[in-house]
């Protein structure tokens, strides 16, 4: 796809070229960790899954730090497009791919020689840490592929390249789900056969996003005199990518107080009942994140080239989809639970935790979307500030201080840890509205000034 294709298609039918291809990919990345989970839960065991649920705070702050690279460049480079300045995103490539490179070695040196007292600090037992060391002490290597394949994706997606983009995705996360039952029950290396799938799989993504970048005609290409450090795009690339840093970065604080509450409170059973519970609404919410990264660069490109109205329809399409989409999901969970927290295990104390939190933690999830889309709208704009705030809102502001508080002065122990997640989504998806709301009438005045 051409990328001045952003700036002149028609908007529902663009949003759905991009978003179903973002959301393919999101899909079968969800896929990954839902399938995973159930191969390590029946292969090794629910004690395994508690492991994993540990170790899952720890790839989030991998996350982060690739996110903030890779978001932080696609919305630059976006941006940029619009303004037909490619100087400029030959500039923010290279140093996106300096800055990757710099920022997933260090973590991957710190967590080799750090591992054991950092899994304690998210809430490994002594039970617990001999599943977790295991699955991590592999997983590092594959830090440096992973982070390179993410930047790359979001440069390629930020092209109005969605398919290939797509690709990228899939090829990891298809592989990832062939080589999980191979390594875990046909070579028998239980939690670190999972491990190694993994980081065969993230390899074999970075391969083929390199291809692209060298290959594709459409993309703007780096040349070697523009791989020198420019602290004006690096800063750039880092300002707008911050917020996607603290989403993942204060989603791992969440996860460390919420591990430690339920071992508190419900034991090493409990933890990996939640376990299972966040893969399967992160799984769920897969087709939303696709909409919002299909939204993303035609909201970006749209502002670049001062075309705000173009800019305030993706955002109302957006949010119809996600709002209708997220309700179905709703419903289906509420249904289903028994049958999908059979999936993963027959342990039935496992099996009621599950079920009940379950249902309680999805009835905020039909209007979630509104938050989802009005922090990333905010980014797309380059507005770092209002998307920071959008995204402590719910994360740091509200559920960190909810958990902290509702189990322990209300009394309600493991229930207030489950109450306090629609709770925290009730009140940020209501400022998100407003916030959003007065960011639509603001380009509609600018549109009417320029008009006038």
Known sequence: MDSNILGSEKISKLLLKMSIPATVGMIVNGLYNVVDTIFIGRGVGPLAIGGITVAFPIQLIVMAFAFM???????????????????????????????????????????????????????????????????????????????????????????????????????????????????IFVFKLGIRGAAFATIISQFCSFVYVIIVLLKSKEIVKAGKSDFKFNSKYASEILKVGFPSFMRQVTGSLIALVVNNSIVRFGGDIALSAYGVINRVIMFSFMPMFGVVQGAQPIIGYNYGASKNERVIETIKIAIKFLVAYASIVTISILLFSNSIFGLFTDDPVVGEIGVSAMRIIVIAIPIIGIQVISSSVYQALGYAKQALFLVMLRQVMLLLPLILIIPNIFGLELMGVWVSFPISDLIATFISSFMLKGQINKFRSENVSVSS
């Open 69 to 183: 690279v890779g978001i932080g460049t696609g919305s630059s480079v976006s941006r940029n497009l619009g303004k037909k300045d490619f100087e400029a995103v030959k500039g923010l490539i290279a140093n996106s791919f300096i800055l990757t490179f710099i920022i997933s070695f260090t973590i991957s040196i710190l967590l080799y020689f750090n591992i054991d007292s950092i899994l304690r600090l998210f809430g490994a037992t002594d039970t617990l840490i001999v599943y977790s060391k295991e699955y991590m002490s592999v997983i590092i290597f594959g830090i440096i592929f992973y982070s390179i394949a993410v930047n790359g994706y979001n440069i390629v997606r930020a092209h109005g390249k969605a398919k290939a983009a797509m690709f990228s995705m899939i090829i990891g996360t298809g592989l990832n789900i062939i080589l999980d039952p191979i390594f």
